[in-house]
């Protein structure tokens, strides 16, 4: 026994780090194995729909030079004069609803996010640009609490990784994105995994149309993905509640 032990245990030492390695490390080839029960399928393309001109997903850390979007520097507290105001005289008009600023915060308790989110557009390479250690909003798409589709995307292994834990959200559980002090509770729906690494063109239009406008009040949340590997790119609908 000792002498086939010595004859033949090394093999077995490489051959159970090589099963333990394939199950720690994600397969670079794809996330087969994690695909979610709840899948989604692509949205349908409008007839109208100009897809060369619509923005690309966002691009992975692992494969281009890193393009973010800046945060924003703090202002300084400037003195506001006090200016005199007319007294307004009665009127039978509605009143008007006041203006909101765009979507600041995102909070989502499954995962213990709660993050800043800054406005971001598209690179010139087609491609959406994201944040740095904050969530960006596509200044393309709808704003919080509107008819439309909120496009989100954050990092999920640079810059913050704030969408590091995107990946653990359940169908059922809460999103909520905040305009100033004014929150809007979006409630997940679905979630599905596209590849983007060595896709073809017309495929990364194919999954760039999750970031398209849509009929409905929704919010579509992006990030690479597997983790540290971001040949994919993982993606969650969630539907705005009244």
């Known amino acids: 026994m000792s002498h086939w032990l010595r004859q033949?245990?090394?093999y077995l030492l490489i051959a159970a780090g090589w099963m333990l390695f394939s199950v720690i490390i994600p397969s670079a080839a794809g996330p087969a194995d994690a695909i979610p029960r709840d899948r989604i399928t692509a949205p349908a393309l409008g007839a109208a729909a100009n897809v060369s001109a619509a923005p690309l997903l966002i691009s992975s850390p692992r494969t281009a030079s890193l393009s973010v979007a800046p945060a924003q520097p703090p202002q300084p507290p400037y003195p506001v004069p006090e200016i005199a105001t007319a007294v307004p005289l009665p009127t039978d008009e509605a009143p008007v609803a006041p203006v909101l600023p765009p979507a600041g915060r995102i909070i989502i308790p499954r995962i213990g996010l709660d993050t800043r989110i800054i406005d971001v557009g598209v690179l010139p390479n087609g491609e959406m640009e994201t944040a740095a250690y904050a969530a960006g909003r596509?200044?393309?798409?709808a704003d919080a609490g509107e008819m439309g589709n909120v496009v989100i995307a954050g990092h999920n292994d640079v810059l913050g990784e704030v969408f590091r834990r995107l990946p653990e959200?359940?169908?059922?559980?809460?999103?909520m994105l905040y305009r100033?002090?004014?929150p809007f509770r979006y409630r997940v729906e679905g979630r599905t995994i596209v590849r983007e690494q060595g896709a073809t063109e017309a495929q990364r239009r194919e999954n760039a149309r999750w970031m398209d406008p849509?009929?409905?009040a929704?919010?579509?949340l992006i990030s690479c993905y597997p983790y540290r590997v971001d040949t994919h790119r993982y993606i969650v609908r969630a539907r705005l509640l009244d």
Do not use: F, I, R
């Open 8 to 10: 033949y245990g090394g």
């Open 138 to 141: 596509l200044n393309l798409s």
């Open 218 to 220: 929704v919010t579509t």
């Open 180 to 182: 100033g002090d004014m």
């Open 214 to 216: 849509t009929d409905e």
């Open 169 to 175: 959200l359940q169908t059922g559980d809460d999103v």
